[in-house]
C-alpha cells in the first residue's frame, strides 16, 4: 500500500468525522440546525446524483478506456 493510499485515506476518516462533528452540532441546536441539515441534504443528494450519472456514462467509458494520450 503506498503513501498515497494511506493519505487519502487518512484524509476520507478525517472528513467523515468533521461531517460527523457538523452534524451532531446542528442536532444540538435543533429548531436553527434544521437549516444546516437540510443544506447537507440538498448537497449531499447533488453529489450522489453526480456520481451515479458518472458512474452510468458510457460515452466517458469508452474514451476512457480506448483513448490513449
Do not use: C
Amino acid at each position: 500500500m503506498s503513501l498515497g493510499n494511506i493519505m487519502l485515506g487518512a484524509v476520507l476518516v478525517a472528513a467523515a468525522l468533521y461531517v460527523g462533528v457538523l452534524v451532531t452540532g446542528m442536532i444540538a441546536l435543533w429548531p436553527y440546525g434544521a437549516i444546516g441539515l437540510g443544506i447537507f441534504a440538498f448537497i449531499g443528494i447533488i453529489l450522489g446524483a453526480t456520481v451515479v450519472q458518472r458512474l452510468n456514462d458510457k460515452e466517458g467509458e469508452h474514451y476512457s478506456r480506448n483513448v490513449k494520450e
